[in-house]
T-cell receptor, first 113, second 117 residues
Framework: GENVEQHPSTLSVQEGDSAVIKCTYSDSASNYFPWYKQELGKGPQLIIDIRSNVGEKKDQRIAVTLNKTAKHFSLHITETQPEDSAVYFCAAIRLSGYSTLTFGKGTMLLVSP | DTGVSQDPRHKITKRGQNVTFRCDPISEHNRLYWYRQTLGQGPEFLTYFQNEAQLEKSRLLSDRFSAERPKGSFSTLEIQRTEQGDSAMYLC???????????????FGPGTRLTVL
């Protein structure tokens, strides 16, 4: 089955700095990679995603890059704000045929004012 | 609030007792998922329903676990003879159904935190 590794487990930055979270996956058949943000006391919420036919996707201050050959993808947050503090999860899934999301272990991002 | 709701939010029980959690998905969503999340880990898939049919079960779902979605709306997850290792956050998610090559976003509820003493 799919295995998703995520690093780092914790990340502390100053407000305004950039943050990068990296994930690797094992199943070359995985073709969809969502990122979730989980705030305290809440369930995960989708913030951005990327499909395997795209190398990069950007949405305001967040962007995701994908390297299919190396089987890794990354989340980039620029101009971080205190409200970005949360746990971020990457995930992978193979569409076209039933499959389930496999999540990484999460990265706790702390943005200090 | 039209999001996914879960009840109760917290449950403390003694080892050996049975517990039942409820999930109410977004009303027009056909698919419903249960996940387990332990401290420092990402959500782990447990089981999935398409309407009232349970289509997939993880190896994590031991015989002590049972899930139902009797009318294709709300779902229950029951754990019998709870063990301390069952302590975790149990998350429910729902999504609309669609074609297999399109990801239909899963919307997560706030979870039920189970503590087994």
């Amino acid at each position: 089955g799919e295995n998703v590794e995520q690093h780092p487990s914790t990340l502390s930055v100053q407000e305004g700095d950039s943050a990068v979270i990296k994930c690797t996956y094992s199943d070359s058949a995985s073709n969809y990679f969502p990122w979730y943000k989980q705030e305290l006391g809440k369930g995960p919420q989708l913030i951005i995603d990327i499909r395997s036919n795209v190398g990069e996707k950007k949405d305001q201050r967040i962007a995701v890059t994908l390297n299919k050959t190396a089987k890794h993808f990354s989340l980039h947050i620029t101009e971080t704000q205190p409200e970005d503090s949360a746990v971020y999860f990457c995930a992978a899934i193979r569409l076209s045929g039933y499959s389930t999301l496999t999540f990484g272990k999460g990265t706790m991002l702390l943005v200090s004012p | 609030d039209t999001g996914v709701s879960q009840d109760p939010r917290h449950k403390i029980t003694k080892r050996g007792q049975n517990v039942t959690f409820r999930c109410d998905p977004i009303s027009e969503h056909n698919r419903l998922y249960w996940y387990r999340q332990t401290l420092g880990q990402g959500p782990e898939f447990l089981t999935y329903f398409q309407n009232e049919a349970q289509l997939e079960k993880s190896r994590l779902l031991s015989d002590r676990f049972s899930a139902e979605r009797p009318k294709g709306s709300f779902s229950t997850l029951e754990i019998q003879r709870t063990e301390q290792g069952d302590s975790a956050m149990y998350l429910c998610a729902s999504s609309p159904s669609g074609s297999l090559d399109v990801y239909n976003e899963q919307f997560f509820g706030p979870g039920t935190r189970l503590t087994v003493l």
